[in-house]
């Protein structure tokens, strides 16, 4: 057995000790009356992602959503702490812990309302990253059907690979995890397609906008009464 086969099959062991499945995949030659290749095309995820229109409305949204809520809540704090200093100066009676107990009531009030908000906008930083993911499948369809592509992949060829010391998951394990999890190691510029098809989604979003003109409000308004 050579020097690379067993390094190979070593490479692969690690892989399944660590719980990655590999795949292998046999190549035959093509014959004379199969198709012709199949049109490729490749994308950088995180450039569609950062520069789509849609992103930035969602942000937008997301900010407004979230100054209103810390507005909200300092509000409603402000309330509690004016109520407390109230509360102060009242001599022990009936009175004072009538007033401890609406004091402690309405804290607990604010608590749950908090929570709900934090779930809230977690609800709607999901949707966001849901309603990304379609538009970029879509456009992509869209895209293809255009230009003829058979497919379009992710390229991930420029990622580096990052490890840092930790005391679960030692080093090597890290950079083979990564390894495994890459698919793309190189993609020609003549095959990328992500301003073009940034360009789609973004088409596709402006003539959809007077459809969906809601769909996204960027003016919330300022707070839920108390």
Known sequence: MSSRTVLFAAFVAVLAALG????????????ASMNAPANVGVVNLSTIVDRMKERQEWDVRLKSLESAITEEGRARRAKLEATAKEI??????????????????????????????????????????????????????????????????VDDSKTELRVQRNEKVPMEAQALEQIASLRVLFGSKAIDVTEKLLVQIDND??????????????????????
């Open 20 to 31: 990655i499945a590999t795949t292998t995949v046999a190549f035959r030659p093509a014959a």
């Open 205 to 226: 979003r402006s003539l959809a906008a007077p459809a969906n003109s809601s769909a996204i409000p960027t003016n919330l308004p300022a707070a839920a009464p108390r």
């Open 88 to 153: 102060e100066p009242i001599s022990e009676g009936t009175e004072r812990e009538s007033r401890i107990d609406q004091f402690r009531m309405q804290e607990i009030k604010d608590t749950e309302w908090l929570n709900i908000k934090k779930l809230e906008i977690d609800r709607e930083r999901s949707l966001k990253w849901q309603s990304l993911y379609r538009s970029i499948r879509e456009g992509t369809k869209k895209l293809s059907e255009r230009e003829g592509l058979d497919l379009v992949i």
